[in-house]
């Protein structure tokens, strides 16, 4: 009585319900999305799903390039002339429309506070610095500080606003991204102007300065946002991308009758300073995308040498393919300890702990690092035992059902148990992906994450049946003792 007790809180909290995570209609065994919404896999979108956001960065650099181009009629079509104003204001137009599509399966990312905040903290020091340091470079009169002063305390307020995340941010990153925010800024002004800046030696000219400004922008944006929850490094580029394709129409619309040559100055370098922001997360989400991809090819190779070997290879080496799939599978992550060197703590980064169970009580990981000594020992049943105390001490310890599930699936006539154990344990997986979805985890995502819920589930299927073949051998023995199973 006392154990089913103990087992319906843990259902309650999980949940056990096939549900896609899109529409809510059910699913399949395997996966978390249905196959109506299951319209791409996830590794085409890794690879293809910034294509949009790749063709609006360059059609804001060709529209900046028309707006200082010189010649007021840049194109003639069929003898009709067409300024470079109006062709800025299509290729906007256009990007308009790349971002639409974009926006359609992202838009549950605009909600997430915590995008907001990773986006501001980046973007704060940029823009109280550069309208600092163009005044300082381009002040002529006092009229000069009205444009770069609405900047500045646009600035300030945000710095008010975010000074809490400001606070939890390493100091040092955010000092120099500051310093190589200005440089890049006097020297971009100076190379404007065909002049050497005064403090620059004879081999370092303006637009070399500028350059490694730049550089270093990009190096500590990403620094800075290494630490954002997945949700924030998905979006933050989604959101920035917007902010500059707006900005860049409304620089186009209204030109230098409106503001003048020296303000629009510094108005589309202020542009191209979005840009380069746009561009370093867009780097940010591709490195995370880089470690899903790299999970995929992982469980490629593993599925692909079983299949081609075949019985050639021994139990032994499957047993190792596998844990490498599964242990190098994000999924694997969640609810884990940081120090277990998993790829979700590379995703995911120290912000985004309210998605992760807290480290676990050090009596509950006793009782499970004396389960896998007495496994390793062939003493299955005491091992079981030790991780039933676990359970009941700590029933928010996901992980240990698949301790159990591995430790069952070895011992003849309990695979029936195992199948439960990994039920409950595969819950918790799917469990830990919807608070992702609730935290703001961009719909794109979900095919990513059913894929490799796919093969994570299959790779732990495929790992109970070999166990469950090897049976209470000499080698299951061998097993336990060489493999450290986290």
Known sequence: MGKQDRGDPLKKEIGSSNECFRCGDGTDDNGVLCNQCKRMD????LLTGDTPILMIFALIIVTFMLSYSGPEQIFAMKGVDISGKYWGMLFMSVSGIFLLVKMVFNRRSLKDDSTYRSLFRSITPMLVLVPISYLLVE?????????PGIFILIGCVSVFLNRKVLKVTPRSDMVLLSIFIIISTIGILYSFRGERFFLSL????SFMMASIGLIGIFIFVIRVNS????????????IMIILNVSFTFLLVLLGERTFGSDIMKFLWFLDIMFLVYSISFSLLKRSMDGTFISSYMIHEKQNSKILQEGNKIPSSYKLY???NAISNNPIHGFGDTRENGNPLFRIEGDESKATITNPQDEYITAHCEKGRLLASRGRFNEALKEYRTAISEGPQYHRTFYHMAVLRSSIPGRSKEAVKDL?????SRRSYISRLVENGLPEDYLYVFND???LYEKAIEDKLEILSKM???GDIWSYFTLVRDD
């Open 42 to 45: 996830g590794r085409s979108y």
């Open 139 to 147: 002040f002529r009169s006092p009229v000069d500080i009205i444009i």
């Open 202 to 205: 004879s081999f370092l000219p």
């Open 227 to 238: 630490r954002a929850p997945i949700s924030s490094r998905a979006s933050m580029v989604n």
């Open 321 to 323: 393919s596998i844990d």
């Open 423 to 427: 039920d409950m344990f595969l819950a």
């Open 452 to 454: 490799l819920y796919e």
């Open 471 to 473: 049976g209470s051998s």
